[in-house]
């Protein structure tokens, strides 16, 4: 019981404070050719930005490579001999950045920080003479000035949960019985199969439900996410996606015989593309055209959407009814094939 | 010895009797593979902007075609109003909004300044720092361009001239940095989910009392069950080493006998954890819960997905006994980067000294009694 409502909590814990995209205390290495004034004002300035931290004063090339194979080093800053000047009397001074690629995205992050910082050094040096045509830009980040990563996983964390609960852990429970040869016994009882079936979804309807409430609260109180639209409509339509799982879960009770098989096709087929392609972490509209299609099929995608509308845009219902009716149909669908298959089964204990 | 033997024996009859095993250990984590190497970029492919030219000068004509002319960007419109672009980035039909106030060529030729306003769609805000940047950079190529052209021999190059390297993926390619970790996932999947719930299983079924009748011993047991998920998960990483390759061409650049030593390694890790799991929970339900919410928690962590040491530090002491994050590291290190033995001992050691926790834990806890 602590761990099912502990779970959440501690999750989006480490989600909200831990995982972050950008770069914090990236460890570099300067290669200091000259060691004159300026390229010690340079160091001075990348290591006091916060996004830089030295790890050591590297004396020659030949240690770049063993310093990247042990992983202790992003970037080297290779500064040439005579560093400024060349600066002053050539108007000409090269510096190089080389980064460890094997992770592309943060090397590409470090690098373009790495040069701003040095470009700025340069304009604040040339201020005397100031560039004749200048166009500004102003720049606006509408629903998220902060760029707070914070209000991404929120509303995935609340999904990847929602569908381990009520997808995942309903379908294996179903399928509990069905192994055990207790579903039998159900079966012959007096319940109608439908009650049986809605009797043992309540509890993981309950749980989700509350879970995604605490989940909500965690990112309204704790991480300050700010709540445009109606709280209605959001738990309405948080209702829905739950109603969405469970039916998806007991379709995949229907289809599987044993706890593990469930539980296997539950992570595999929900689990991983539910973090991987509902626009959780990575866009969607980044992805190669086909594997968009692919996303138009996984609940989660919506869900999201619709999510991430009310609470950052304040999208009220006229914004989100094609989402909303896309997961309606998709629940009746799940729902239609589970009783047929259901049925058959009925049909088999019978005869 | 003998008596490990029969156990390995049995759990391999039991785990493909089952016959939807089979395909859903090897065929389905490869095709997992495949679509997510391709799904996992933070590349941006195209920026559906949307332009309000409220000056329709030469100037801001000029602007404009630079962002036509790229294959970044999508025009998907030209608003007349400042609000119904605002509306777009509320109906997400657009990702972004360059507005050129009117006045915008007046003030260049006048007064030498001018503005324009970028408004990005900042809900992905890692997405919208790079989309402002692309769109920043251009308008100040365009600027630069002005500059040259008005005033012949002012020099707009900067003195500094800054080289970029970017080494062992010179092209930036995405996949190469996730299907090692992308492959990681997967072999974790077996080794600890299904090991952990397969003792679970004999518990649950009531088969285990049986088992404990018997003289066997802890260790013996242990061992034999553990075997055939160890083995399976190292045969579906070779097997996913080779599609990577095939497919995608990741360098394999180091040597291969380090990755599976330390595939080994870690891989006794998880099942000793998956075995610790299943001596706390009655249930396979509960044991996949638990095991559920230690990978994401591990995984998330791991330096994955986002880069570990930009985490907080109570965030990095709490890695330090995350055995995804050193496996991730051997993995990308030896195969991107060709570490050698001694470039790599620290994770390893970590790896090795959580494995014998790891096992010290289970084999204590496990009790032939109940």
């Known amino acids: ?351 | 010895m003998r008596t490990i033997l029969f156990i390995i024996q049995k759990e391999f009859i039991q785990t493909f009797r089952n016959r939807s095993m089979l395909p859903i250990i090897f065929v389905m984590p490869l095709l997992q593979l495949l679509i997510l190497a391709y799904a996992t970029t933070f590349e941006i492919r195209q920026i559906r902007i949307l332009l309000v030219d409220a000056d329709k000068s030469t100037c801001s004509h000029q602007l404009i075609m630079k962002y036509q002319g790229s294959p970044f960007y999508k025009i998907v419109g030209d608003s007349p109003s400042y609000a119904k672009a605002v509306e777009a980035l509320y109906n997400r039909k657009a990702d972004q909004i360059l507005m050129i106030p009117s006045g915008f060529e007046k003030g260049l030729k006048k007064e030498g300044k001018t503005k324009i306003q970028i408004v990005n769609d900042a809900i992905n805000g890692s997405a919208a720092a790079l989309m402002n940047a692309y769109t920043t950079s251009i308008a100040r190529d365009y600027n630069s361009e002005l500059v040259v052209s008005s005033f012949l021999g002012i020099q707009v190059q900067p003195p500094v001239t800054i080289e970029r390297s970017f080494w062992y993926n010179p092209e930036l390619n995405y996949q190469t940095y996730m299907v090692p970790g992308i492959l990681v996932i997967l072999v974790t999947l077996i080794g600890l989910f299904l090991s952990g719930m397969n003792m679970v299983r004999e518990k649950e079924i009531g088969t285990i009392e049986q088992i404990n009748v018997t003289p066997i011993k802890k260790y013996q047991f242990i061992a034999g069950k553990l075997f055939p998920f160890w083995f399976l998960a190292i045969a579906e990483l070779a097997f996913g080493l080779f599609l990577a390759k095939l497919m995608f061409n990741i360098p394999i650049v180091g040597n291969l006998g380090l990755i599976f030593g330390a595939a080994a390694v870690y891989l006794i890790v998880m099942a000793g954890i998956g075995l610790v799991m299943s001596t706390i929970t009655q249930t396979q339900q509960q044991s996949m819960f638990l095991s559920w919410f230690f990978m994401i928690v591990f995984i998330m962590m791991s330096g994955l997905f986002t880069p570990a040491e930009s985490m907080p530090w109570w965030a990095q002491y709490i890695n330090s006994i995350n055995p995804v994050m050193y496996f991730i590291k051997i993995m990308r290190n030896v195969l991107l980067k060709g570490s050698e033995f001694q470039d790599i001992i620290q994770p390893f050691l970590a790896l090795c000294t959580l494995a014998v926790l790891a096992l010290a834990i289970a084999i204590n806890r496990y009790r032939k009694t109940t």
């Open chain 1, 1 to 351: 019981m602590i761990i099912l409502f502990g779970m959440p909590v501690v999750q989006v814990l480490i989600f909200g404070f831990a995982i972050t995209t950008d770069i914090r205390d990236a460890k570099i290495s300067i290669l200091d050719h000259s060691k004159d004034y300026m390229t010690q004002d340079i160091t001075r300035k990348l290591l006091s930005s916060g996004y830089f931290v030295l790890s050591e004063n590297l004396n020659s090339e030949k240690d770049i490579e063993t310093s990247f194979r042990k992983g202790k080093i992003k970037e080297v800053v290779i500064f040439e001999n005579h560093f400024a000047e060349n600066f002053e009397k050539n108007q000409k001074a090269h510096i190089q950045l080389i980064a460890d690629a094997s992770d592309p995205n943060t090397a590409n992050l470090i690098v373009n920080y790495t040069s701003s910082i040095i470009n700025d050094y340069q304009e604040e040096l040339l201020k005397l003479s100031p560039v004749p045509v200048t166009i500004t830009s102003e720049v606006k980040m509408l629903f998220n000035p902060e760029l707070k990563s914070v209000f991404m996983f929120v509303p995935g964390t609340i999904t990847i949960l929602l569908m381990l609960i009520s997808a995942m852990m309903t379908s294996i429970s179903i399928v509990r019985e069905k192994e055990m040869g207790t579903m039998e016994v159900l079966l012959v009882s007096p319940l109608k199969p439908a009650q049986i079936i809605i009797g043992k979804v309540i509890p993981y309807f309950l749980f989700s439900f509350i879970i995604a409430v605490i989940i909500l609260l965690m990112g309204f109180v704790i991480f300050k996410m700010p709540m445009q639209g109606s709280y209605l409509l959001l738990l309405g339509e948080t209702i829905l996606f739950i109603i969405m799982a469970l039916s998806l879960g007991i379709l995949i009770s229907t289809l599987t015989r044993t706890q593990q098989v469930a539980m296997m096709i539950s992570m595999v087929a929900l689990m991983l593309p539910t973090m991987l392609l509902s626009g959780f972490i990575y866009p969607i509209e980044n992805m190669p055209v086909v594997l968009q299609w692919v996303c138009q099929l996984m609940p989660p995608k919506w869900f999201i959407i619709i999510i991430k509308s009310i609470i950052l845009k304040g999208s009220s219902f006229s914004y989100i009814w094609k989402e909303t009716l896309i997961l309606f149909l998709m629940t009746l669908l799940f729902i239609f094939i589970s009783i047929k298959k259901f049925k058959i089964r009925l049909q088999e204990l019978k005869n």
